[in-house]
């Protein structure tokens, strides 16, 4: 079964930075795209990273580009989204995502999964 669990979340104020960690479970990451959404209270789903381990191609949201890195520990079967610069308009729940990779050749979208954790809450103060 195919689990994924965040953590790291929390209050932070403008301008700090967070680490978030999202556990795997059932499967490794090779041939996966793995990414990170987040959705804010009355908002929309939005993407904000994903990287394809087949080729290495990684995309980042233009809200958060320069801000966030997609990391990983293949050891651990953990990536992390570090986040710097944060401001208010970052808090949300933010999700980390799988999907398997069946054709190379084409860049991650964020918002395509299949598997998505539970989120963790990343709340940012002014």
């Known amino acids: 079964e195919v689990r994924l669990v965040e953590s790291g979340g929390g209050l932070v104020q403008a301008g700090g930075s967070l680490r978030l960690s999202c556990a795997a479970s059932?499967?490794?990451?090779?041939?996966?795209?793995i990414g990170w959404i987040r959705q804010a209270p009355g908002k929309e789903r939005e993407g904000v990273a994903c990287?394809?381990?087949?080729?290495?191609?990684?995309r980042y949201a233009d809200p958060v580009k320069a801000r966030v890195t997609v990391s990983f520990d293949n050891a651990k079967n953990t990536v992390y989204l570090h986040m710097n610069s944060l401001k208010p308009e970052d808090t949300a729940v933010y999700y980390c995502?799988?999907?398997?990779?069946?054709?190379?050749?084409?860049?991650?979208?964020?918002?395509?999964?299949?598997?998505r954790g539970q989120g963790t809450q990343v709340t940012v103060s002014s």
């Open positions: 995502t799988a999907l398997k990779i069946y054709f190379t050749g084409r860049l991650c979208v964020p918002l395509e999964y299949e598997y």
């Open positions: 059932g499967f490794t990451f090779d041939g996966y795209a």
């Open positions: 990287y394809s381990t087949t080729d290495g191609g990684v």
